[in-house]
């Protein structure tokens, strides 16, 4: 096993209010989200085939319980996978997390901390800086990626 590789980090929202599907799908289209099935992404514009496809992962939830995107919903969890995209993205994942928070009006936390692009990029500059000098690896690459499906092999 390899450890900590910062694969994933999440932003959670809190919405004041539940959301129709329908008004949700119309918010999420409208920052550029793509609809997959029964689940929501912002894709990238471009990517290696060993990074991720999206810049967020989009996760819904009704009162702690995950839903699907056809159904009403009062949080959602942005997820970012970090080790699997270049640290170039880390800035446009953070402002379509700001775009997401002001659409849905809602309130957002980071690791048990209110949100903030500045805590948070310091954060991933942290993992950023970990990879780099614990692991030799930068965000992105692919022998980062061959060091997490070993991880979890």
Avoid: C
């Amino acid at each position: 096993m390899w450890g900590d590789l910062h694969e994933s980090k999440n932003i959670n929202i809190s919405l004041s209010e539940t959301i129709g599907a329908g008004k949700g799908n119309r918010l999420f289209r409208e920052l550029g989200a793509i609809l997959h099935y029964d689940v929501y992404s912002f894709e990238a514009s471009e990517n290696e085939i060993w990074q991720s496809e999206s810049i967020l992962d989009i996760e819904l939830r009704r009162d702690g319980v995950e839903v699907d995107a056809q159904d009403d919903f009062n949080q959602i969890i942005l997820f970012y996978l970090l080790a699997s995209r270049p640290s170039s993205d880390q800035t446009k994942a953070l402002n379509l997390v700001s775009k997401v928070i002001s659409t849905f009006n809602g309130n957002a936390s980071y690791l048990g901390q209110p949100f903030s692009v500045d805590s948070v990029q310091g954060n991933w500059d942290e993992a950023n800086d970990f990879l780099l000098k614990e692991w030799g690896e930068e965000p992105g690459s692919e022998s980062l990626r061959r060091m997490i499906e070993e991880n979890h092999a």
